[in-house]
């Protein structure tokens, strides 16, 4: 009778310790899940801010002879930086993770608003490390910063571009209601304005 008891204590004991490491483990599992979901999520993020930095690079020419940045075709290269399905580890067509396509909601169309998820910038500067937000190169002058390609009379590089996308990742396993069901995550990428408008004096 008494080695029943022993018995029955022991296997009781074990059945409590599995239960207590198995919510451990089980966390760190879905930790390691999520944490690798959210890397390869910002690697996609990562290759499609360069898509849409490296043709922004190329400002285009516009009414009057002008020199601009095509916004809504960068937009288009980051959107469609997944293919057409948009699918992977980032549905890059539902960067707000609400389930549905974001170009149905008009959800990029303003991507200079620093509050976007895709958002364009156009910088000016000598030291790409310093650059100022709120002067933008002019693409109206000739021979001048977008008509001089994107350089400075000394030729150094004073154009930049830059696109930042930002993702709604929506965690795989919730780990308790203290944590949010989504987290932002956001990738960059800084290039040098480029430009075939490069005038000769």
Do not use: K
């Amino acid at each position: 009778m008494r080695q029943l008891v022993v018995r029955a204590r022991a296997g009781g004991q074990a059945i409590v310790e599995f239960a207590l490491a198995a919510t451990l483990i089980f966390f760190l599992l879905a930790a390691v899940v999520d944490i690798g979901l959210m890397y390869f999520t910002l690697q996609a993020l990562r290759v499609a801010a360069q898509e849409g930095a490296t043709f922004g690079s190329y400002p285009v020419q516009v009414a009057n002879g002008n020199v601009d940045i095509p916004y809504a075709e960068i937009t288009n290269r980051v959107y469609g930086a997944a293919g057409d399905q948009g699918g992977g580890f980032a549905n890059l067509r539902d960067l707000n993770a609400n389930g549905r396509d974001d170009r149905s909601e008009n959800l990029h169309a303003d991507p200079r608003s620093p509050n976007a998820f895709i958002f364009v910038e156009n910088l000016r500067g000598a030291n790409p490390t310093n650059l100022t937000a709120g002067q933008g190169c002019r693409g109206d002058q000739r021979g001048v910063e977008l008509q001089n390609g994107g350089l400075s009379q000394l030729g150094v590089p004073i154009c930049w571009i830059r696109v930042t996308v930002r993702y709604e990742y929506r965690l795989f396993f919730p780990f308790a209601p203290a944590f949010a069901d989504t987290v932002r995550l956001q990738a960059s990428h800084l290039m040098p304005m480029r430009s075939s408008f490069f005038t000769s004096r």
